[in-house]
T-cell receptor, first 116, second 114 residues
Framework: AQSVTQLGSHVSVSEGALVLLRCNYSSSVPPYLFWYVQYPNQGLQLLLKYTSAATLVKGINGFEAEFKKSETSFHLTKPSAHMSDAAEYFCAVSLPSAGSARQLTFGSGTQLTVLP | NAGVTQTPKFQVLKTGQSMTLQCAQDMNHNSMYWYRQDPGMGLRLIYYSASEGTTDKGEVPNGYNVSRLNKREFSLRLESAAPSQTSVYFC?????????????FGPGTRLTVL
């Protein structure tokens, strides 16, 4: 079975500062990894995903994430935070398997606050 | 394209009442999903439909039933609501039931059970 751990349920950064949201996974086989963002009172939308091609994945709105197998991590970064980045961010994992393992398993989320 | 739509947006029920949450997608996707979101727990899968005509249980199916009415519509029914079912419910769809697929989410239904 796969699982995802997001370190830090709340992260605050100043506008213009680096954003770093942490995600570690556990799985028995090489996983597929996703970051979704949820703006207030909205559904989730995909930021980026890793599907076993390039380990550095670029997404929308200037975000990127790097798959590091040795660290079982998929941390999300953005060089310079903008006020509009304030949202909740979810890391998720799925596996190239049959049955329920191919379903998305979500982390508990990280609420990002951007301070002026 | 509206994407994934959900009705209602808000609902308050009394314990024991029943209701159906509606979901529709206009992206011609084969697969549809129902999740619940609770504080500090991320999203958990309730039921999914890999393709029209099939439905299967997810991680937390107890107390729920689903119907895949056609390719576009996937409904979630609470037969006898309980306070533990107070949550935000999201419907999602994806092109195929593939582990690399992007899922597209609706805006959610906020349900309170008193």
């Amino acid at each position: 079975a796969q699982s995802v751990t997001q370190l830090g349920s709340h992260v605050s950064v100043s506008e213009g500062a680096l954003v770093l949201l942490r995600c570690n996974y556990s799985s028995s086989v090489p996983p597929y990894l996703f970051w979704y963002v949820q703006y207030p009172n909205q559904g989730l939308q995909l930021l980026l995903k890793y599907t076993s091609a390039a380990t550095l994945v670029k997404g929308i709105n200037g975000f990127e994430a790097e798959f590091k197998k040795s660290e079982t991590s998929f941390h999300l970064t953005k060089p310079s935070a903008h006020m509009s980045d304030a949202a909740e961010y979810f890391c998720a994992v799925s596996l190239p398997s049959a049955g329920s393992a191919r379903q998305l398993t979500f982390g508990s989320g990280t609420q990002l606050t951007v301070l002026p | 394209n509206a994407g994934v739509t959900q009705t209602p947006k808000f609902q308050v029920l009394k314990t024991g009442q029943s209701m159906t949450l509606q979901c529709a997608q206009d992206m011609n996707h084969n697969s549809m999903y129902w999740y619940r979101q609770d504080p500090g727990m991320g999203l958990r899968l309730i039921y999914y439909s890999a393709s029209e005509g099939t439905t299967d249980k997810g991680e937390v199916p107890n107390g729920y039933n689903v119907s895949r009415l056609n390719k576009r519509e996937f409904s979630l029914r609470l037969e006898s609501a309980a306070p533990s079912q107070t949550s935000v419910y999201f419907c999602a769809s994806s092109p195929l039931y593939a582990p690399t697929d992007t899922q597209y989410f609706g805006p959610g239904t906020r349900l309170t059970v008193l």
